[in-house]
Structures are given as structure tokens and as C-alpha cells.
């Protein structure tokens, strides 16, 4: 691609595009847009990642306010802020240094997002970004789309949870946070674009949506996996949460890009769950298609009501869905189908999902990163096909402290679907983890009632509960490690304690004395 021509680095012309966008408010007075000062390090929320020459965006939040860090963002050369009203009133009456401009928008949130796309060239409109939201499903959805796109021709980047692609390479995401800030995701962006990818998949989550981080990328389309109850700690509701899911239809406007490339905007919708209706109905409602996807009963891809069948590498029904998601996309836009399938057959998937330990042990080791009642049914299920006639699934999970408390009683009732469950810490961050660990157990108890006592224990040791589950395992059973998946800590009050499912998992099947091989 073509170098981008930017002529004017300055806070007038930044002051030029907030007022475009209408989030300069009128009280910022007229002569700085005059201002010709340069910027030569982008922009910032986190005080801490403030460089000299930079732009402070002052945001109140639900534990701090950032006009209380403005004073260290001065300090390490920030040249003007961008506030509210009421912060910028705060930041004008602080004793001692503040910055020399303070520039006043009606939406703090919003003018981040638009200032962080304007300091890197815009680079959404340059690519085919493609937002893949739902309450599950939404990494290995966009690992597939990824590698079905750059099978059909369209070199696809990859924004995910678990792993990113910038140019073809891949890398690890060891984070626990799936959409970043507007800054470092326009970043991200921009890297993509500047290594060559000519469309980028980016997991879009309710919390990048509801918090405004995308709210100034151009999408090409929309794929939506799944809805249910989840992120209620910042949410409150589930219409809450429904309704920052359904922003995306409104932002699959396409970019310059996908109208280049004559992609029409699109929304990848699974008709047959009867969830995801008022997202058909608010794609119709904004004149986006929306393309069917499902799996035939048996195992056949339907993508928009075509039947394709697919041996995937990935087992179960839920990845044969998120598998149709991402191929019903390409179908639609008319791209090569015959690559893509083959590529989307082979591909592993990511880290931490449906992640097989194979050390030559005559049962099954499974890693997922289910985490809410959802998922882990389905994850379940997944064990379940690999399970032997008469094998079992021996399950190992917990819930976050510090989040949707509804996720616990959730966990509680799908656990019992399976015929031995160890609870153990999950990431009990500053929450009791026996208070954690009852919710869950009270849950399960209130669904098998006595029979808890002899399928359920909680170990709150997770590598201890590991052990336990593998140790009792016999030839044809499962044992499925849920709820860490591809995360390379356990967050406790105390701070982050170095952690690999994976890695443990194998560690306690050679302990056992089984050869260590994939």
C-alpha cells in the first residue's frame, strides 16, 4: 500500500477534526484552532504511557477520574488535554503546573477514539475490518475468518483474545483485556496496514463498544456468534448488554477499502437462534444484508442455507458454527470458497480453545478458556464427543472474582453436566476465593441436590485440582480444564501469579509416567 500523506500534525488540525466529528464543545474558544503546535507522540488516557509532545485525554471512570493524573501527564510532557466540562474545570483550578491548553469536548470517550484514528492516518479505512462480537465463540470465529480470507486472496490481520497476525506472522496476546483502549487497537491497526494486510478480523466487545474504543472505526461487516448472559458487572442488565452488542450494525458503514473491493456491507447472523432476532431486526432496520450460517444435524456447514461439508480439526458442534460464521463471510462476498474451506479445515485454532494435551495418556486432556454458564456447556459437549461410549468428563473450572457475580451460579448449574467437577481458583483478584468457589457450589447443588457431595469438590489449589482430575481419569475419558484457557496468569490480590494450563497439564501427565509427545 502507498505511504499515507499526513500534512499537518498540529492541535489545530486535531481541534479541526473533533470539530468535524461535532465533540468540540462551545465552550472551547476559536483561537485554538489557530494553535500550530506540533504533536509528535499521539494521544493518551494512561498518564503513564504519556511521552513528551503528546495529547492527555482526561476520563472519568468508575474508579478514578483522569483529570486527577493530568498533573503527571504534564510531567511527562503532555502539551494539551482533552476533557468534559466538569474535568476540565477541575484541571483549570489545580494549583501549580497544568497544561497550557485544555481543550473542551462533549464526549471524552468519543473524542479519544477519534483523535487516536486521526494520529494514525486513519488506517480503518485503508483495510477491510471485519468485527466479530457474541458472548462466545469470539476467538476461534475470528481465528477462522482470518485464515479463510487470506486463503481466498484477501491477506486478513487478526485482533483476538488469545493470538494476533500482523502480516502474516503470528503471535501470542497474553492479555486479559480482548479489545484495548482506542489507541493502542488504532495502533494495531496501523501496524496491520503497514505490514500489508489488506483486511483485518478484530474481536469487538461489548466493553469496546459500551466504552466507545471502536467508536471511530469504519467496519466492512459484522459477524455475531452467540448472545447471552454475561458482563452484567458493567452492564447491569442484559438489555444493557444486548444493546452495546447491537451498536456494531450501526458501525458496518464500510471503508474505502471494502468499497474499493466492491465488498458490500454485510452482518453474519444465525437466523435459527432465536437470540440473536433483534440483531436481524436492527440490521434490516439499517438496510444491512444479513447472511445466514448454521450446521445441519448431520455436521454439514450451511452457509446461507448452502451445505458444504467440513472435517474440521476442531471437534464439536460449537466450532462447526464458528467455523460456518467465518465461511459464510467469504461465501457471501463472493471470494475463492474452495481455499478457504481447506485452509479453515486444517487450521488448529487458537490457544486455549478446545486445546488437546496429548502425552501418549489413554484419556483425553482438553483446555478451554469457557468461562461463563454458556461456554461451558458447549465446551462440555465438545468433551462429551470425544468421550468413549462409556467414558466420562472429569471437569475442572471456577469464576472470576471482581466480575458478572451471575456468572458463578451459571458455572454452578452447567458443571453438573459433567460426572466429576473440581472447582478451583480462577482469577479470585481481590474477591474471597472460598466465597467464589460456594456460589458455584451452591449452584450445582441446587440442580443434583445430595449427589453434589460425591461429584462436586472444591480444591482451591488449581494446579492440585489438575492433579486430581487426571489422576482419576481412566481410558476413555475426558478431562476438560476450564475457564484459564490461553491466560498466562492467575490475578490474585497479591498481583499475577505466572500460570500455563497447558504447561501444567503436561507436567502432571509425565509426572504419571506418560511419554511426553504431541
Known amino acids: 500500500m502507498s505511504a499515507q500523506v499526513r500534512p499537518e500534525r498540529t ?36 498518564s503513564r504511557l504519556m511521552r513528551p509532545g503528546g495529547i492527555f485525554v482526561a476520563i472519568r471512570g468508575a474508579r478514578a477520574n483522569g483529570a486527577e493524573f493530568s498533573a503527571e501527564a504534564i510531567a511527562r510532557g503532555a502539551i494539551a488535554t482533552l476533557a468534559e466540562p466538569a474535568e476540565a474545570e477541575l ?12 481543550i473542551t469536548v462533549t464526549h471524552a470517550r468519543r473524542a479519544l477514539a477519534e483523535a ?18 457474541g458472548t462466545d465463540g469470539k476467538t476461534t470465529t475470528a481465528t477462522f475468518l482470518s485464515t479463510a480470507l487470506t486463503a481466498a486472496g484477501i ?47 478484530a474481536e469487538t466487545t461489548s466493553h469496546g463498544l459500551a466504552l466507545d474504543r ?8 459484522g459477524v455475531f456468534t452467540n448472545f447471552g448472559s454475561d458482563h452484567l458487572d458493567l452492564h447491569g442488565t442484559i438489555d444493557a448488554y444486548r444493546a452495546a452488542k447491537l451498536q456494531l450494525i450501526s458501525r458496518i458503514t464500510g471503508s474505502d477499502a471494502s468499497r474499493a473491493a466492491g465488498l458490500a456491507p454485510l452482518a453474519v447472523i444465525r437466523r435459527a437462534d432465536p437470540a440473536l432476532a433483534p440483531f436481524v431486526a436492527a440490521a434490516d432496520a439499517a438496510g444491512v444484508r444479513v447472511v445466514d450460517f448454521d450446521v445441519a444435524e448431520d455436521g454439514a456447514l450451511l452457509l446461507d442455507g448452502a451445505r458444504h461439508v467440513v472435517k474440521l480439526r476442531m471437534p464439536g458442534r460449537i466450532n462447526a458454527l464458528n467455523a460456518a460464521a467465518a465461511l459464510a463471510l467469504v461465501a457471501a462476498w463472493g471470494l475463492p470458497l474452495a481455499p478457504a474451506i ?47 461410549p462409556d467414558g466420562r468428563v472429569l471437569l475442572v473450572t471456577g469464576a472470576a472474582g471482581e466480575r458478572d457475580a ?39 447443588e441446587a440442580n443434583v441436590g445430595a449427589a453434589v457431595k460425591d461429584r462436586v469438590t472444591v480444591l482451591h489449589d488449581r494446579r492440585a485440582a489438575i492433579g486430581a482430575a487426571i489422576g482419576e481419569a481412566r481410558p476413555g475419558d475426558v478431562v476438560l480444564l476450564a475457564g484459564k484457557g490461553h491466560e498466562r496468569t492467575i490475578e ?27
Open 11 to 46: 492541535i489545530r488540525a486535531l481541534v479541526a477534526r473533533l470539530r468535524d466529528r461535532g465533540l468540540l464543545h462551545a465552550d472551547a474558544a476559536e483561537v485554538r484552532a489557530e494553535t500550530t503546535q506540533e504533536i509528535t507522540s499521539g494521544v493518551q488516557s494512561d
Open 91 to 102: 484541571m483549570l483550578k489545580a494549583p501549580g503546573d497544568r497544561a497550557p491548553l485544555v
Open 116 to 133: 487516536a484514528a486521526w494520529w494514525e492516518g486513519d488506517p480503518s479505512e485503508e483495510l477491510i475490518v471485519i468485527g466479530v462480537t
Open 155 to 201: 491477506s486478513a490481520g487478526l485482533l483476538s483474545t488469545a493470538i494476533a497476525r500482523v502480516g502474516g506472522v503470528q503471535r501470542p496476546t497474553p492479555m486479559h483485556q480482548t479489545t484495548p483502549e482506542a489507541p493502542a487497537l488504532q495502533a494495531q491497526l496501523e501496524e496491520s496496514r503497514r505490514a500489508g494486510d489488506r483486511a483485518v478480523v
Open 214 to 221: 471502536v467508536a471511530s472505526i469504519s467496519y466492512a461487516a
Open 342 to 388: 481447506a485452509a479453515v479445515a486444517e487450521e488448529p485454532g487458537p490457544p486455549g480453545r478446545s486445546e488437546r494435551v496429548a502425552c501418549g495418556q489413554p484419556f483425553s486432556v482438553i483446555v478451554d478458556f469457557a468461562h461463563n454458564g454458556q461456554s461451558l456447556e458447549a465446551a462440555i459437549q465438545v468433551a462429551r464427543s470425544l468421550a468413549t
Open 406 to 444: 451471575g456468572r458463578r451460579s451459571a458455572i454452578g448449574r452447567a458443571c453438573t453436566e459433567a460426572e466429576r467437577v473440581w472447582i478451583a481458583d480462577e482469577d479470585p483478584r481481590g474477591e474471597s476465593p472460598d466465597v467464589i468457589a460456594a456460589a458455584i457450589y451452591a449452584a450445582a
Open 492 to 518: 490474585r490480590s497479591g498481583g499475577a501469579e505466572e500460570w500455563d494450563e497447558v504447561r501444567v497439564a503436561t507436567e502432571v501427565l509425565t509426572s504419571l509416567g506418560y511419554p511426553q509427545h504431541t
